[in-house]
């Protein structure tokens, strides 16, 4: 299982940057930094195969793909300002951290107003 590899890298990662933390705190960030890339770029593969699966469900729900966009759209804002937003936690700025979660909650909205406007108007034509 790739997770137990994943984990396994995580418990040596955080023990290395434990120690390096009291001397050196700007070398244990950019150790956590340099771990939530291996580990993105590790389950980027994987997402090839997600995507597909998702349009091929689209195609076969006959849906427009725009919305299939969208929603991948929302997830990657999401898993990025999640990303950023732990990264400032680690380098102990909480507030830069809420900032870019705002940020996020903001586009993630401003991206789904297309979809909502859609269902109203599906709600409004069935309303007698």
């Known amino acids: 299982m790739e997770i137990m590899n994943i984990v396994g890298f995580a418990l040596v990662v955080a023990v290395f940057a434990v120690l390096l933390r009291d001397g050196r705190p700007e070398m244990a960030l950019l150790l956590a930094l340099g771990f939530g890339v291996i580990v993105f770029i590790l389950v980027l593969g994987k997402m090839g195969s997600i995507i597909d699966l ?5 195609r076969r729900a006959q849906v427009d793909e725009l919305y299939l966009i969208t929603l991948l759209k929302i997830v ?22 809420g900032k870019i979660e705002m940020a996020g909650k903001i586009l993630i909205l401003l991206l789904a ?8 108007e599906v709600v409004v034509r069935l309303l007698p």
């Open 113 to 120: 107003l297309p979809i909502f406007t859609a269902v109203m």
């Open 54 to 58: 998702f349009r091929d469900l689209t």
């Open 76 to 97: 990657g804002i999401a898993y990025i300002a999640e990303f950023g937003a732990q990264i400032c936690r680690d380098a102990g700025e909480g507030s830069i951290a």
